[in-house]
């Protein structure tokens, strides 16, 4: 697996391959099986992986909190909702809700964990989204995904192999 440091830059140099393996999927890749395929691989790329000392999405990401969420993450922290947003946050005009108001996201911790605990959005549980179905029509989401995620990144190299698939530049 790729050190979390080193994932933008060796993601960068694959980055035409990687696009190229997409068009090949988008042509080639039977919907259902995709999605089965990156099932398998998160789950077994996953285990035994500790986001925790990577952290990349937090760390390039502004976090996002929906309205919903809001009252239950500013009880977690200790404070009101109007401070935890005045502390924390920035209205998101394109997702009904709230988003950090820094990268890295404001609630990482230097030990790589979340100050929101299990409060974190679900969006950032279910992140890289790669255990996530429909990924045939999210392939070009991926490719950005795979910058940032070590683990993402090696589920997309062990899928051009499973596919007998050669970048032919």
């Known amino acids: 697996m790729i050190a979390p440091r080193k994932i933008k830059l060796e993601a960068k140099k694959k980055r035409n391959e990687n696009y190229e393996f997409r068009i090949y999927l988008k042509e080639n890749a039977d919907e259902q099986e995709l999605d089965e395929q990156f099932y398998r691989l998160h789950k077994e790329l996953f285990t035994g992986y500790d ?80 255990d996530q179905p429909d990924r045939w029509s999210s392939l070009y989401s991926v490719l950005d995904i795979i910058e940032i995620c070590p683990v993402a990144f090696e589920i997309y190299e062990r899928l051009k192999k499973e596919y007998g698939w050669r970048y032919r530049n």
């Open 51 to 130: 986001c925790s000392r990577c952290r990349n999405c937090c760390k390039m990401y502004h976090g996002s909190i929906p309205e919903t969420d809001l009252a239950r993450d500013a009880e977690h922290m200790g404070l009101t909702e109007e401070q935890f947003i005045e502390k924390y946050l920035v209205e998101d005009d394109r997702e009904n809700g709230y988003q950090t108001k820094n990268i890295p996201c404001d609630f990482l911790k230097s030990d790589g964990n979340c100050q929101l605990g299990d409060c974190r959005p679900e969006s950032c549980k279910k992140y890289p989204y790669t």
